[in-house]
């Protein structure tokens, strides 16, 4: 067994040093795994990036927003609509909006910003506008069980810490409720939805695999569908192309980690105490 432990330390070293991991065994005449990474890693990062910012920020205001109108008939149907949008699978969502607003098959097309080719995915040097269209919906497609999950947390956490000393404080001090609820209130729930988003990650980064496919989007994770079998013209399972990129999910998972911690030790004073 000590025999095989040199050429696992090589493969394990050229792996997480040198992202090179092999050829696709199935693809004859392809560039290595590792070309393939270089093409397609940004657009990893541009679609995680994103729909992590999406999914916290916009879940993180309604929740504030929905504290500051509890039971109100906007706010019954935003915490209603968040359980639809936490349960629904990301790729069933992404295909709904497809058949609704696609230039190609969409009942109400919206060619601007449904434009799946993939020469509309441009890098935001070259042309920012278009880079940004292309990515929006994916953005909000993958960000939205996030959002769901950040919008309940961050309701019933601040409606919760409403009758907390330091909440009464400022508003004895005459500040209106809705800089209570923002300064006092809803920075409570901030640490909480940190801590939600840590446990949520790897099902993050799964569904950016999924939408990535769903939106033809030309990420590293896109060459999943052909690892799988999925793709006529490449018959048959990739098992490197596989280990690649079950491989570069895990690396993004812990990077994505390793960055909630410390936007958890920013944010609560407590954690920066035990560090």
């Avoid at 969409?106 to 434009?115: E, K, N, S, V």
């Avoid at 404080?169 to 729930?189: D, K, M, N, Q, S």
């Avoid at 013209?233 to 990077?255: K, R, S």
Wanted: charged share 15%.
């Amino acid at each position: 067994m000590l025999a095989y432990f040199p050429h696992l330390y090589h493969d394990v070293e050229r792996a997480l040093l040198h992202f090179d991991y092999g050829r696709a065994v199935l693809w004859p005449g392809s560039p290595s795994i590792h070309t393939l990474w270089v093409r397609g890693y940004a657009a990893d990062l541009w679609l995680l990036a994103g729909g992590l910012t999406v999914g916290v920020v916009l879940g993180t205001r309604l929740g504030v927003w929905c504290a500051r109108h509890p039971r109100s008939p906007a706010t019954r149907v935003l915490e209603g609509s968040s359980m639809i949008f936490y349960c629904l699978p990301v790729w069933l969502f992404g295909f709904l909006l497809l058949f609704a607003f696609d230039p190609d098959i969409g009942r109400y097309p919206i060619p601007y910003f449904f434009d799946i080719r993939p020469r509309t995915y441009v890098s935001p040097l070259t042309n920012p506008w278009d880079w940004f269209r292309s990515y929006l919906v994916p953005w909000f497609v993958v960000g939205a069980p996030l959002a769901a999950a950040a919008l309940r947390a961050t309701v019933s956490l601040t409606l919760d810490e409403l009758g907390a000393d330091h909440v009464r404080t400022g508003r004895a001090i005459g500040l209106r409720e809705p800089v209570v609820l923002r300064r006092y209130a809803a920075p409570v729930a901030y640490a909480s939805v940190t801590q939600l988003v840590w446990a949520h990650l790897p099902v993050f980064v799964t569904n950016a695999m999924f939408v990535e496919w769903v939106f033809n989007m030309p990420g590293f994770f896109g060459n999943l569908r052909r690892a799988i079998d999925k793709d006529p013209a490449f018959p048959g399972v990739d098992i490197p192309m596989l280990q690649a990129v079950t491989l570069w999910a895990a690396i993004l998972t812990i990077l994505l980690a390793i960055l909630a911690d410390l936007a958890l030790a920013r944010i609560d004073p407590r954690v920066r105490e035990t560090l």
